[in-house]
């Protein structure tokens, strides 16, 4: 479920542990990760992070920072409330986090470096109308496998859900890894006796010039 409707009461609200986990998705049976069932008409509009490749995980370096962008788009003319946004099940731990910046890149300047914050959560604020806010999720893998994390929006009177998946590689790995997709090749026919393929030999009609000499077996041999 993406979209969870919010009552009045803050104890209506369902509530996910930290401690929470994936169970396991068989990603070609259950394609419902890959989708989201955002509108036009919704009143507000969140962007899907990692989203899947010909129905797999993006693949990721391990140990190099990766982040994609999250849009939350306010189509209404009012202001909206964005009450918070939270990351829950982050598996492996510490491997996702979530900032208002986009991750500084190696050669980024100092007074940058010191603006950027990052957190599992971000406080409350304010949607302008028909505006874009735009957030930073980042995974920082330090091991090979398959990362997950589960991301909370709490807006106006939804809580709206994304879903990750990200599988880290090493260079290693990759390198050996096809570049094919797998293709499942035909078995030849076997032959008839009716139709017989054009490189096998046919029965040759040709009598033998030399043949072994017939010794006939004497009278009274093997008669017993």
């Not at 962007?47 to 209404?76: D, M």
């Not at 735009?134 to 939804?158: N, R």
Request: proline letters at 6%.
């Amino acid at each position: 479920m993406s979209r969870i409707r919010r009552g009045i009461r803050n104890d209506e609200c369902s509530v996910i542990g930290d401690k929470g986990d994936i169970s396991f998705i068989d990603f070609e049976v259950d394609d419902s990760m890959c989708f989201h069932d955002s509108k036009e008409e919704d009143p507000i509009i969140i962007s899907n992070p990692f989203p899947f490749i010909r129905g797999k995980p993006q693949s990721v370096f391990v140990g190099e920072t990766s982040y994609a962008a999250v849009t939350i788009s306010n189509t209404t003319r009012e202001h909206m409330p964005l009450w918070g946004v939270k990351i829950f099940c982050i598996n492996p731990s510490d491997s996702f986090i979530i900032s208002l910046l986009k991750p500084p890149s190696i050669d980024a300047d100092n007074e940058y470096k010191e603006r950027f914050l990052e957190g599992l959560s971000l406080d409350d604020r304010t949607l302008q109308p028909e505006k874009t806010l735009t957030l930073w999720l980042s995974c920082k893998p330090k091991d090979v496998g398959l990362h997950t994390t589960i991301v909370h929006f709490d807006a106006w009177d939804e809580r709206i859900e994304r879903v990750i998946f990200l599988l880290a590689e090493d260079k290693v790995s990759q390198s050996l890894a096809s570049r094919h997709p797998y293709q499942k090749f035909q078995r030849r026919k076997h032959c008839t006796v009716d139709t017989l393929p054009r490189n096998v030999a046919k029965a040759s009609s040709r009598v033998c010039k030399y043949r072994l000499p017939q010794f006939e077996v004497p009278e009274g041999i093997g008669n017993y």
